[in-house]
């Protein structure tokens, strides 16, 4: 039997090649996993990438404290079953400590307050690779980030400077103090995403098939009406829809699509024939056209 | 079905960003959001068209300047491929970035604006396409709605464009020209009722009809070890495996090898991706190989076939491409990264500058500034196993590192 490198796996070739770089370049490199698609594909990657040793990483979840409840579930039982080590870190202590402000009102979200407690952590744990599952074909600035990414000591993104790459070479040499985020899935679509999990037979979490919800409308957007955390109205009005999500981010900005996607298949086929992007469904992308460039120089994701 | 990088190359208003927002366009691959997205913007600017730019020129300066700056990338796919864009700043000071898209791509575009022909730009992109051996270009003159869709304009440029191709190092590449309009949709997905002189394929269905032999360059399997992998578990005690990934053709289990640079030869063991054997790995796969004898092998050494081994050297000489804005000068150290390997760099000296436009030569340069190419000697610390580039894109290729910022300070294409 010949291993081929038709489309998917070739681009799985390349992530699993990156993953390797990350292990031998790097003396302390951490799996940021938000519990979405793209960090149980990475971690999927990972373990192929190193097999049959075991993942030579942890795994580092920063925590809003407005996940879904299907995520948290599906991730501690995700790294019990593949025995990797999993830190959680919380925004809320981010929060309690003073060190960010919640913000209030109808688009509050803890979005943008994940970056202190992410580089927080990356302190602590002296971390000089974060391997995120950020995809150039979400969001336009994320369309100019390199495979890796050289981040300041203050974890800011320099967007006119960045590193040339070429070839397949990753240049992943740093200063004491600086990290280096690293994007093995830089080149797949969010299709080619779920065409893999469909392949690899990858079990997610079930909030990304559909399912029945008490959700509310708001700026032609659905939202959940299940969780305490999402700002809702008194006058809008909660109604019963079959939805699924196609981001699993922070509840308060991640809303839901119609969908009656109930298998990994239909999900596929549903994306194929899609018209909206991925991202349309996240309210803190809408905030400006420039909302994610200016994230990522403060050290987002 | 591959997946298939293309870099662009164009001047500025060119019509380049256009020309990748209309295969977006016709090829349904703009989401309903995007699109509107672009509409608004184009409205609150006071445009009465599209401007499918605003697609592709992600940062606030690049749309505040209405430039393209830096790479971007840009995917979409038919039922045939998937497409990778490299879309990249065309001016002189981002020969650097240029370089950089053309590296990761196996066929290029460059854009032709049919009012101005083949312009000193025009030679620079060719220059660095031809230096890059990508093996199939498209010259796309575009704008052929401002010249009446004029054969006579599309003749004369071809004649002119002919003229530069007659000076390129590496002949063997597939040059197509197109006559598009990137904002009438002529030519590009769809074939142009205004030119039915043109007998060619649109340039998608070019593109579509790429096949592998079109975009990979023939070479000879190479396997820089990256990982070695070692569980040391009771159930895989004595494994040894070492990951990477192979390039310019094919290994097989029962493969002589030799590894390098301790020249022990062994044979391939086995082949694994992931928990499952294979018996032969293709080019461009990350597989893990085990050897027959229990040898000692590290990351930066090179597996190659016996009968097949590359130069073995502490001294090349390569065509440079210098990015950083300090200059390069003989005497300079660097670390110069080839495939996984990192060595110490001496620079011996700078044999002769090369005007990126086929004006010739100047072989009284003593520095490199930024965006220049030159040829350069090298010394090294010690030995690499590589590949003349012609024969080995990869093998034959390096990066610069600067020691004190740690940046990709120039790239290299040994000759």
Sequence with gaps: ?301 | MEVLKIATAGSVDDGKSTLIGRILYDTKSLTTDKLEAIEKTSKQRGYDYLDFSLATDGLVAEREQGITIDVAHIYFSTKKKSYIIADTPGHVEYTRNMVTGASTSQASIILIDARKGVIEQTNRHFFINNLLRIKDVVVAINKMDLVDYSEEVYNKIKADFSELMSKRDYQDQNITFIPVSALKGDNVVNKSEAMSWYKGAALLEHLEQLDKADIFNAGTPRFPVQYVVRPKTEEFHDYRGYAGKVYGGDLSVGDDIIVLPSKTRSKIKDIYFYDEKYETASRRSSVTITLENDINVSRGDMIVKEGDIPVIDKQFTANVCWMDSNQLTAGGKYVIQHGVNKVLAKVDRINHKINPDYSGIDKEATGLNINDIASVTFKLNKPIFYDQFKNHRTNGSFIIIDTQSNNTVGAGFIQ
């Excluded at chain 1, 559909?210 to 909660?238: N, Q, T």
């Excluded at chain 1, 990994?264 to 460039?293: F, L, P, Y």
Aim: aromatic share 8%; glycine share 4%; proline share 3%.
């Design chain 1, 1 to 301: 039997m010949k291993k081929d490198t038709s489309h998917i796996n070739s681009l799985e070739n390349e992530a699993i090649y990156i993953m390797r770089e990350v292990a031998a370049q790097f003396e302390k490199p951490v799996l940021l996993f938000s519990g979405g698609k793209d960090s149980i594909t990475l971690v999927r990657l990972a373990v192929k990438a190193f097999y049959p040793a075991k993942v030579p990483f942890p795994l580092m979840h920063i925590d809003t404290g407005h996940n879904f409840p299907e995520t948290i579930e599906f991730r501690d039982r995700l790294v019990k079953e593949l025995g990797l080590e999993l830190i959680v870190r919380n925004v809320q202590d981010s929060i309690d400590e003073g060190k960010v402000k919640e913000e209030s009102g109808r688009y509050a979200s803890r979005n943008m307050l994940q970056t202190t407690t992410l580089l927080d952590a990356i302190e602590e744990f002296k971390f000089d690779a974060c391997i995120g599952g950020a995809r150039r074909d979400e969001e336009k600035a994320r369309a100019k980030e390199r495979i890796f990414s050289v981040r300041d000591d203050f974890g800011q993104w320099d967007e006119k400077n960045q590193r040339p790459e070429l070839f397949d070479m990753l240049n992943g040499d740093i200063e004491l103090g600086q990290n280096v985020r690293v994007f093995p899935i830089s080149n797949w679509t969010e299709l080619d995403v779920w065409s893999y999990i469909e392949k690899e037979n990858i079990e997610i979490p079930s909030i990304y098939f559909a399912h029945k919800r008490k959700v509310f409308l708001r700026d032609g957007m659905i939202w959940s009406a299940e969780d305490d955390v999402v700002y809702r109205d008194e006058d809008e009005e909660v109604i019963e829809e079959m939805v699924r999500f196609r981001t699993v981010g922070d509840m308060s900005c991640t809303a839901a699509v119609l969908s009656e996607a109930v298998s990994i298949s239909k999900v596929v086929e549903e994306i194929r024939d899609s018209t909206i992007s991925e991202r349309g469904a996240r309210i803190d992308d809408k905030r400006s056209e420039a909302a994610m460039e200016k994230r990522k120089q403060q050290g987002y994701f």
